[in-house]
């Protein structure tokens, strides 16, 4: 049982370039999130998806785009890197109702 | 907007002891409560929740939280620490509703156990 899974686990960008993050959830799960993790800082929401062809804005939205075209696959993407964007980053899916968050294992990106 | 305060960045304990982290939360009503614990390099994984019900909580690896209203806690316990219990815990609040909801974490709380 796979639960939720992010490719790559880690990733060096020079500033400017583009990257695609990906997450998949064998799940089924409605709800999906994208997170960021930096040293003192726990989590931050980045962008979340309620539902398949649907994104909105977290905490922390600058920067970055998402898409949802697949229930499972949840993308978080970044058009032009910038140094600020290193960190760990974390998907997370939800079943509905009272159901806890499933975190994958992280992708460490790091942006010279 | 909700948010979370975890009071101790660091907290050292003897293998055997015993162990409560703080947290405590502002939100306007109840909110939906959770820790997690992050082992180096891992994911979040969760080991209890609150949504409503029975304000002591129990979850995996023998941990326990308690939920008071009174004082904006959600501290969660363990009577006895094992040396793999070792990691970091975060603490987690979100609005309560149903449906899809957003996680504010605390800044967490990195445990390191003693032989």
């Known amino acids: 049982n796979a639960g939720v899974t992010q490719t790559p686990k880690f990733r060096v960008l020079k500033t400017g370039q583009s990257m695609t993050l990906l997450c998949a959830q064998d799940m089924n799960h409605e709800y999906m999130y994208w997170y960021r993790q930096d040293p003192g800082m726990g989590l931050r929401l980045i962008h979340y998806s309620v539902g398949e062809g649907t994104t909105a804005k977290g905490e922390v939205p600058d920067g970055y785009n998402v898409s949802r075209l697949k229930k499972q696959n949840f993308l978080l993407g970044l058009e032009s890197a910038a140094p600020s964007q290193t960190s760990v980053y974390f998907c997370a899916s939800q079943g509905q109702g009272n159901q806890p968050q499933h975190f994958g294992d992280g992708t460490r990106l790091s942006i010279l | 907007a909700q948010s979370v305060t975890q009071p101790d960045i660091h907290i050292t304990v003897s293998e055997g002891a015993s162990l409560e982290l703080r947290c405590n939360y502002s939100?306007?009503?109840?909110?939906?409560l959770f820790w997690y614990v992050q082992s180096p390099g891992q994911g979040l994984q969760l080991l209890l929740k609150?949504?409503?019900?029975?304000?002591l909580v129990q979850g995996i690896k023998g941990f326990e939280a308690e939920f008071k209203r009174s004082q904006s806690s959600f501290n969660l316990r363990k009577p006895s620490v094992h040396w793999s219990d070792a990691a970091e815990y975060f603490c987690a609040v979100a609005p309560s509703g149903a449906g899809s909801y957003q996680l504010t974490f605390g800044k967490g709380t990195k445990l390191s156990v003693i032989p």
């Open positions: 939100y306007g009503a109840t909110p939906y």
């Open positions: 609150y949504f409503s019900g029975d304000t």
